[in-house]
């Protein structure tokens, strides 16, 4: 402790945020002054910058003008994390951090494109970088531009509908899924040129998304019915 002309000063170190309390004093006389009181300090955690990080393409190939998402596993809750293009540090997309699983949009992809994630914690500056850099590999086309429609977009409980893909690719397999989570709805259905129809009875209210691949590369389709 450190006297000074107002009072005691005690100096502390926590690693973690901290109530103290205060019960009584000894001064160098030895006399003793009772006091009550609490108080708390709070310390800020500094970033993980080992998350693991991963692509909603994986280790596949994304097709030319395609988006996916990166991902922070246990992203820190009150940390923001901000994804860049590592090759020029240019601004992309962000979000908070729940200490659940966190995405980040990295808009529409022309080439092949490594991120780097910056973590700024509440209280700590600066921010800093996230270790793992991940990589989306572009190449390849297929039309995303496919009309998808919902034959009835209204439905009672337990009632059916079609959804339809219009015009769709030869050599282009096409799968429907729930835009939610991206779960598999049907398996995967050849393209032919002409109209692919799924049928679907949803439980609640759902978005679709189709996702299409070539064998060389994956897209998903603009149009997601509801």
Do not use: H, M, W
Not at 151 to 165: A, F, K, M
């Amino acid at each position: 402790p450190v006297s000074t002309p107002t009072g005691v000063v005690l100096v502390v170190s926590p690693s973690d945020t901290t109530i103290y309390n205060i019960v009584n004093l000894t001064d160098g006389n030895g006399c003793v002054s009772s006091s009550t009181g609490a108080d708390t300090v709070n310390v800020a955690q500094p970033a993980n910058t080992n998350l693991t990080v991963t692509t909603g393409i994986g280790t596949g190939t994304l097709c030319t003008g395609g988006n996916t998402t990166v991902t922070i596993t246990a992203a820190q809750a009150g940390v923001t994390y901000i994804l860049r293009n590592d090759l020029n540090n240019n601004f992309i997309s962000f979000g908070v951090g729940t200490g659940a699983n966190l995405s980040l949009q990295t808009g529409q992809l022309q080439d092949t494109t490594t991120f780097n994630i910056l973590a700024d914690a509440p209280g700590c500056t600066p921010p800093v970088q996230l270790t793992a850099k991940p990589t989306v590999n572009v190449a390849g086309n297929i039309n995303a531009s496919l009309q998808v429609n919902a034959q009835n977009d209204e439905l009672c409980e337990g009632e059916s509908t079609v959804i339809t893909v219009v015009n769709s690719q030869n050599g282009v397999l096409y799968r429907l899924r729930n835009d939610a989570n991206n779960a598999n709805i049907s398996g995967q259905v050849p393209g032919n040129g002409g109209n692919l129809s799924f049928n679907v009875t949803p439980a609640a209210t759902i978005t679709y998304n189709v996702a299409a691949s070539n064998g060389t590369c994956s897209i998903v389709l603009n149009n997601r019915p509801t």
